[in-house]
Structures are given as C-alpha cells and as structure tokens.
C-alpha cells in the first residue's frame, strides 16, 4: 500500500501530537473513515405542509372556461 504524501504527513504529524505509533494512528483513521464509508448516509424526509389556498371571492372552478377567461382575460391564447 502506498499513502499520498500529505496523508503520510498529516499521519506522522498526529502520531507524534498523540505520541502514539504512525500504524496505530493510521489503522485507527482507517477504522473510523471505513466505518464512515459503511454507513448510508443520514437523509432528512421532505416535507410538505399543505395550506388551504381556496379562490378569491367570485371565482368557482365550476366551470374552468370561466374560470381562466376572468383570471387570464379574454384576450388569452
């Protein structure tokens, strides 16, 4: 296995910080990411609130023709 420079850097540098071993540290943060890789992420449920929009006083969706001829106007296409 070959590490990328900066990770052997960033490892050796723990290490020492932890005054613990460059293999312990570095089985240890491959545990942990491994670990991390595992698990499916967390997803938060999307979430709709319904409100009660209703029509403006003198629209009915009785008739749609209607309807969208007082909204749009009679000069729609």
Same mark, same amino acid.
Do not use: C, W
């Given at each position: 296995m070959t590490l990328d420079e900066d990770v052997a850097q960033r490892t050796k540098k723990l290490a020492a910080k932890l005054k613990k071993s460059f293999k312990v540290v570095l089985n240890e943060a491959l545990r942990? !990411?491994?670990d991390?890789?595992?698990?499916?992420? %967390?997803?938060q449920d999307y %979430?709709?609130?319904p409100h009660a929009m209703g029509l403006r006083? !003198?629209?009915?969706? +009785?008739?749609?023709?209607e309807l969208l001829a007082q909204v749009e106007g009679? +000069?729609?296409r």
């Amino acid at each position: 296995m070959t590490l990328d420079e900066d990770v052997a850097q960033r490892t050796k540098k723990l290490a020492a910080k932890l005054k613990k071993s460059f293999k312990v540290v570095l089985n240890e943060a491959l545990r942990k !990411g491994l670990d991390q890789v595992e698990k499916p992420q %967390k997803r938060q449920d999307y %979430k709709t609130i319904p409100h009660a929009m209703g029509l403006r006083e !003198g629209l009915s969706i +009785d008739n749609i023709q209607e309807l969208l001829a007082q909204v749009e106007g009679e +000069d729609r296409r």
